[in-house]
């Protein structure tokens, strides 16, 4: 098998893998506005500029804005897991799962400090190639 | 802006209907819609036709074709939760511009249970569990949550809400499910998404409503005004940029900037009303918008349920139908339905949920999803 068919694929579009292979997540900074996005954008949808539009490393930092803890999802996904909104330090906001905290409500702090993992999500594409994509962690104080 | 009115209006029953087709259980409701107004398909100059699920299979020719193909302008339209609202105020909007004076809005929507959404990217991919969660009963939890954060919200104040529309829908016989749920059965319901426990949800059902609009010279002319609804405000707005965007659909910010349209437009606040139908597709999105519909003030929501302020004989009744919670929320329906349920109240024909002096009421609708965006639309009537 050709090496190239067991290299990750990422899970989404502005997850990026680096010269050396390591991920990071592609975005995009309005010099206009600040607005940042996440992946590659043209126009700026906050505030419709159409040029100056940066590219950028999103910050692997961040806090938990809100949550729920899922325990009823589509058939064939494994529950409880725990699906937080994140605020990124310097701009931009994603969805995701929390990771390494216990599916409760009394475990999970609004405002807690998450930093971005990059982990084997265990799918496949259908040439076998593995699916990474960003999850979040608990980090401690800096 | 000229005067529009609804002449006729009604609603099928919600519930189960596999065995009927789409077109049917619309032509059923513009058909009631016609005999509340005592019209003729002959009379209707042109068709808005709301669903989501097959928005592009033809859905308001198809139900002329149970009606009578009189040839007249068909518009089939879609728009997530407010795709019955919608359409009806696309009808309106031609009756302001001239086009028409009697047109018919009907909504339909034939759902299967569980779910909405789901399954494999095109490159087979499921996002679900890795990148938080889509589907709908977690998004409107993390929004009950975030109303927490700022305000201390409890998931008792949410679980009331389910208990209020229950009871509500109990006097209501085109509720879907009509039973009451006492506090404690509510809370210990299945936990879909915390805190929505699955009667904090509402209900996948099937369902069709449909509304005559007319122009105030049409409706004079018909001799209709007697139990016609002026349509005081019609206001359509979609989600705003937030920082959030891409993470989240802002449902606060898409319903304040409806309502404050609403409010504008119809020269009337919301302590003029005497009751509203909100979007309660969980039990988190009712407290929220009471906030954003201007029922009470930021951070007072949990506060207004707590007071029974919002129940049928309080001081500004909220889904007294039994809202989408009991109910159902059949999608393209829904947006006619709650207009149903205030016409109705406002004509004083509500029988046992009856608003007692009804006046003016609200309908709002809102919809949307995570990395697609969001829609909202508000209607105030009031009784001719």
Redesign the interface.
């Given at each position: 098998m050709p090496e190239s068919t067991r290299l990750p694929l990422p899970a989404v579009n502005f997850l990026r893998f680096d010269d050396e292979g390591a991920a990071y997540l592609q975005g995009t900074r309005c010099t206009d506005c600040g607005a940042v996005a996440p992946g590659v954008r043209a126009v700026c949808n906050a505030c419709g500029a159409r040029s100056g539009m940066e590219s950028i490393r999103l910050s692997e930092r961040g806090t938990i804005s809100t949550y729920t803890v899922v325990h009823r999802s589509f058939p064939g996904v494994k529950t409880p897991f725990i699906a937080v909104i994140v605020d990124l330090e310097g701009g931009g906001a994603l969805k995701g799962s929390l990771l390494g905290v216990k599916e409760d409500p009394q475990e999970i702090r609004y405002g807690m400090r998450v930093k971005v993992v990059y982990r084997d999500t265990g799918q496949t594409s259908s040439d076998g190639r593995p699916f990474y994509s960003y999850y979040f962690e608990p980090r401690g104080v800096p | 802006m000229a005067n529009v009115y609804i002449v006729g209006i009604d609603m099928i029953a919600f519930g189960r209907y596999p065995e009927r087709s789409l077109a049917s259980l619309g032509a059923e409701a513009a058909l009631l819609a016609l005999d509340d107004a005592g019209l003729s398909i002959r009379d209707v100059q042109a068709l808005y036709c709301g669903n989501l699920m097959e928005a592009h299979l033809m859905v308001g020719q198809r139900i002329l074709r149970e009606i009578g193909q009189t040839g007249i302008a068909v518009v089939n339209t879609a728009n997530a939760c407010a795709t019955g609202a919608t359409t009806f105020r696309e009808g309106l909007i031609a009756i302001q511009a001239g086009l028409y004076d009697l047109v018919l809005a009907v909504g339909v929507e034939q759902m299967g249970k569980g779910?909405l959404?789901?399954?494999k990217r095109p490159?087979?991919?499921?996002?679900?569990?890795?990148?938080?969660?889509g589907?709908m009963?977690?998004m409107f939890?993390?929004?009950g949550?975030?109303h927490?954060?700022m305000y201390g919200t409890t998931f008792t104040q949410f679980a009331k809400v389910a208990v209020k529309n229950h009871h509500h829908s109990t006097m209501n016989p085109k509720a879907m499910s009509r039973r009451e749920t006492p506090l404690e059965e509510v809370m210990a319901a299945?936990?879909?998404?915390?805190?929505n426990t699955k009667l904090m949800c509402s209900i996948n059902v099937d369902g069709a409503a449909a509304a005559v609009i007319a122009s105030e010279s049409s409706a004079r002319r018909l001799g209709l005004m007697d139990r016609a609804l002026r349509v005081r405000a019609s206001e359509l707005t979609s989600g705003p940029?937030t920082?959030?965007?891409?993470?989240?659909p802002d449902f606060n910010l898409v319903t304040r900037n409806c309502a404050h349209a609403a409010y504008e437009r119809a020269g009337v606040g919301a302590s003029d009303l005497d009751l509203v139908e909100l979007h309660d597709c969980f039990a988190t999105a009712e407290l929220v918008h009471y906030e954003n519909l201007g029922l009470c003030s930021p951070g007072e929501a949990g506060n207004l349920i707590d007071s029974g302020s919002t129940a049928l004989g309080g001081r500004i009744p909220v889904n007294v139908s039994g809202g989408l919670l009991s109910k159902g929320h059949p999608l393209g329906a829904t947006g006619i339905a709650n207009l149903y349920e205030v016409a109705t109240q406002l004509r004083g024909a509500a029988g046992a949920r009856q608003v007692p002096g009804a006046k003016i009421g609200l309908t709002h609708v809102c919809g949307g999803t995570?990395d697609r965006g969001s829609a909202c639309v508000v209607h105030i009537l009031e009784k001719a």
């Open positions: - | 779910l959404g789901g399954g490159d087979g991919f499921v996002e679900e569990g890795v990148l938080g969660s589907t009963p977690a939890s993390q929004i949550l975030e927490s954060r299945e936990m879909i998404a915390y805190p940029y920082p959030h965007e891409f993470a989240i995570p």
